[in-house]
Nanobody, 119 residues
Framework: QVQPVESGGGVVQPGGSLRLSCAASGNIGTINAMGWYRQAPGKQRELVAGITSGGSTNYADSVKGRFTISRDNAENTVYLQMNSLKPEDTAVYYC?????????????WGQGTQVTVSS
């Protein structure tokens, strides 16, 4: 079983920082991309940041310049450094893993970690 596990969420004041981590384990195969999504109450889940195995990144416009995604390929881990946090960043953040194993494509999701930005 492939089970991405997120950590690092919590409560922070506006302008503060958090660093999220997601580690994938199991018979992973080849990871094509990893990313972070978030979902606030009453809203659709949205892409926050993604990174490919080659290091290409993309970010939601709302987080550009504030968030940084990175990967440790050897450890099958993806990070999201979140700086200058705003109340509108409050959401459950989910780790996504896109991978290939024996010519099959898979997508796995973590269970989510809560990020709350409030004074």
């Amino acid at each position: 079983q492939v089970q991405p596990v997120e950590s690092g969420g919590g409560v922070v004041q506006p302008g503060g920082s958090l660093r999220l981590s997601c580690a994938a384990s199991g018979n992973i195969g080849t990871i094509n991309a990893m990313g972070w999504y978030r979902q606030a109450p009453g809203k659709q889940r949205e892409l926050v940041a993604g990174i490919t195995s080659g290091g290409s990144t993309n970010y939601a416009d709302s987080v550009k310049g504030r968030f940084t995604i990175s990967r440790d390929n050897a450890e099958n881990t993806v990070y999201l450094q979140m700086n200058s946090l705003k109340p509108e960043d409050t959401a459950v953040y989910y780790c996504n893993v896109q991978r290939r194993l024996r010519n099959y494509e898979f997508t796995n999701w973590g269970q989510g970690t809560q990020v709350t930005v409030s004074s």
